[in-house]
């Protein structure tokens, strides 16, 4: 492996590691607003959720590696102590872009992107109205991490008012990933895009006590055929079905009895457990695996 002692690196290469490893990250599109009025908008992708009660987000803006210097948004959330985080969808994606170039204090970003400024309810700065959520923030705190280019300043954001389209919400109210169609930031010039087959369901029941890998027979938990993935989903059952147990649930299947008159009935049927637990049939999956052994 490549092993990086973080003081024995350049700052700028170290930053191009960090960003490409820890990714995809959330964005936040923050609009701000000086205190001679002029409005800002720049994309934050050190940015995550970290509480509900309270609704508390936080991003960074980083001291620029290149010559020190501090952002506009920092210099503004520092003024007037408000922003408004909106989430980036894909449809946008490339005007937010735009807004990552280094405009000086005095430009708009929100003409230069083509975007539309919207009034918020309860703080100065404009929500972006092309984006399908916008969050109303009171700055709670401000953390300077350093004193050096790349050093962050964690910003900590109350969510006074937060407005959802409704073009994006399932029809149980819930924001549907797919409608949203939000963009992740990765490494350099890359982008994740979270919707489509890039959304994947993982289901799991976390009050229900599971066996465990070590709670595995050694024929299924050593398993050529079976991957880690397929054996989590039968190390979070409570207990593998026996072997009477899995006969009656797949033993008239033809496909195990050719498999189980075979003389390679552990590889067969670990094939055919691997394909079912894809499809999340977790107990036939474990019936199937436990019948290879």
């Given at each position: 492996m490549l092993s990086i002692d973080p003081t024995q690196i350049a700052t700028k290469d170290l930053h191009q590691y960090?960003?490409?490893?820890?990714?995809?990250?959330p964005i936040a599109f923050a609009s701000?607003?000086?205190?001679?009025?002029?409005?800002n908008l720049a994309p934050y992708s050190f940015f995550n959720a970290f509480s509900s009660n309270p609704p508390i987000l936080i991003f960074s803006s980083n001291?620029?590696?290149s010559n020190n210097t501090t952002?506009?948004?920092l210099k503004n959330v520092e003024d007037t102590g408000e922003v408004v985080i909106n989430v980036v969808s894909h449809n946008i994606s490339r005007q937010m872009a735009l807004t990552s170039i280094e405009y000086g204090p005095e430009v708009d970003e929100f003409k230069k992107a083509g975007f539309t400024p919207l009034a918020s309810e309860r703080v100065r700065p404009f929500r972006v109205a092309e984006s399908p959520v916008q969050m109303e923030c009171v700055v709670d705190k401000i953390l300077p991490l350093g004193e050096g280019g790349g050093a962050g300043n964690l910003i900590f954001c109350k969510i006074v008012m937060m407005h959802i389209s409704n073009e994006i919400l399932s029809d149980t109210g819930r924001i549907d990933p797919h409608k949203i169609d939000l963009m992740g930031r990765m490494g350099r010039f890359y982008y994740a895009r979270a919707s489509g087959a890039a959304v994947e369901e993982i289901i799991q029941e976390v009050t229900r006590i599971g066996i465990g890998f070590d709670g595995l027979p050694p024929g299924i938990r050593h398993s050529k055929v079976l991957t880690g993935n397929d054996l989590a989903h039968l190390a979070s059952l409570p207990a593998l079905p026996t072997q009477e147990e899995s006969l009656a649930l797949v033993g008239n299947?033809?496909?195990v009895q050719n498999a189980l008159a075979s003389g390679n009935s552990q590889q067969l049927l670990h094939e055919y457990a691997k394909e079912v637990l894809a499809k999340n049939e977790v107990m036939r999956g474990a019936a199937l695996a436990v019948l290879g052994t």
């Open positions: 960090i960003l490409a490893a820890v990714a995809p990250r701000t607003i000086s205190a001679d009025g002029v409005p001291r620029r590696v952002k506009d948004t299947d033809e496909r």
